[in-house]
């Protein structure tokens, strides 16, 4: 037996401690592995047993039953209107390095199914083609399917920042119409849920209240939509052209804007009024446009108007065959004297007519085949017109 007597040499403690941390190192690793087999083999092998309390989105009857009923009330309208909800891509055609054609997307947004005829309903700037004049590819992506369907624009209406697609082909099953409600008799304080696809993530709820009502906004055509709803329901990009709801499931808006200093939500969401929607895209789907109401008349520029001394809106040209000629307006004309002698509108409906654009809007408030009541100032008197509006391509 040899003896060695470790004490006869001096000691490296640095390299004595850097041998027992080393040691100590390789022990806790052998320990973390030996415990990792032992757990292994003691393991339900099922691989179900990993996924078994994950959220699947189907709450169980125990959950539902610790619900209040305002929350299972929301649960059941988002499952009833989620399948009418679509994610719609456009795209151009590109080519690759290999000249292969490819569907390069340049935008997207929601949109909602309309009717069991396949059309689908949209915001106009979801639609609108940004790419000079390479036509556009649309898909449309439904509620819990990978499959996407290609549809074509049927019309738009820029002007209510609207739009109009129509399905070439789909799993008819999947074609569910969205229940329409209605707008004019909304209330401030009453209750909404928007459904869309912000930042491209699919079957978003956000919950809120009507905020304001009789907003005006402008579209991205610069033309200005009158009685828009204000609504502080969380709105994203992506959100364009989803459906606005009631409590009761129903439509009342279709989200197309938002107030903010960032581009992201701050708050302030508007959406177009489901009654402008219905009758916009009624006339989409039947005519190919939206009809707009008019006089069938020229009317004087607001600065020369100015200049005149008007209060109200000079008519210049009166069509021979228009809603204004059958009301008996005139064309602009000139005394012998060289004065101007003009018809100028001052009010419709009882709405005082300032401009252009005040005609216009008001206008834009009513339907062809409509009605109005116009007060016409000639020659120093005012008289009531009944105007049955037109046509206005």
């Known amino acids: 037996m040899r003896i060695i007597d ?12 850097s041998t027992v941390l ?10 973390a592995v030996s415990w990792r087999i032992v757990s292994a083999a003691h393991a339900d092998p099922r691989p179900e047993t990993l996924s078994e309390h994950a959220p699947s989105g189907v709450p169980t009857p125990e959950r539902l039953a610790e619900l209040r009923d305002d929350e299972l009330a929301t649960i059941e309208l988002f499952k009833r209107n989620s399948a009418a909800v679509v994610h ?21 947004g929601t949109g909602f199914v309309w009717d069991e005829a396949g059309h689908i309903v949209t915001n106009h700037h979801v639609v609108a083609q940004a790419n000079g004049n390479t036509p556009s590819r649309y898909f449309v992506r439904f509620a819990g399917d990978e499959e996407e369907y290609e549809a074509d624009v049927v019309a738009t209406a820029p002007h209510r920042d609207i739009a ?11 074609v569910r119409p969205i229940a329409l409600g209605r707008s004019a008799d909304l209330a ?51 959100n364009s052209g989803g459906p606005l709801l009631d409590s009761s499931g129903r439509l ?17 969401g508007f959406a177009v009024p489901s009654d402008t929607v219905k009758r916009v895209v009624e006339e ?21 108007a100015q200049r005149l001394g008007l209060r109200g809106v000079g008519v210049v040209e009166v069509g021979s065959s228009s809603a204004a000629a059958a009301a008996g307006l005139r064309a602009a ?61």
């Open 333 to 393: 004309g000139r005394t012998r004297g060289g004065e101007w002698l003009l018809d100028e509108i001052i009010s419709i409906d009882g709405v005082e007519v300032r401009s252009q654009e005040n005609l216009l809007d008001a206008l834009d408030q009513k339907a062809v085949g409509d009605t109005v009541k116009l007060v016409v100032r000639r020659e120093g008197r005012t008289a009531e017109v009944p105007v049955t509006l037109q046509w206005i391509e």
């Open 284 to 304: 989409l789907i039947e005519y190919g446009v939206a009809r707009r109401p008019g006089l069938g008349v020229t009317l004087l520029d607001d600065v020369q």
């Open 188 to 238: 401030v304080g009453q209750k909404v849920f928007a459904i869309g696809n912000p930042f491209g993530l699919d079957q978003t709820l956000t919950t809120g209240i009507i905020s304001g009502l009789g907003r005006e906004i402008r579209s991205q055509s610069n033309h200005k939509i009158s009685d828009v709803i204000q609504t502080d329901a969380a709105i994203n990009p992506g």
């Open 88 to 108: 719609i891509t456009n795209t151009t055609r590109v080519r690759t390095i290999r000249r292969d054609p490819i569907d390069y997307p340049i935008g997207s």
């Open 164 to 174: 109009v697609l129509k399905l070439l082909k789909s799993d008819r099953a999947r």
């Open 22 to 31: 080393a040691l100590l190192g390789a022990a806790a690793l052998f320990a």
């Open 252 to 268: 009342i808006g279709v989200n197309t804007a938002i107030v903010s200093p960032s581009g992201a939500y701050a708050g302030i």
């Open 6 to 17: 470790v004490t006869a040499r001096p000691v490296d403690r640095s390299q004595s401690r």
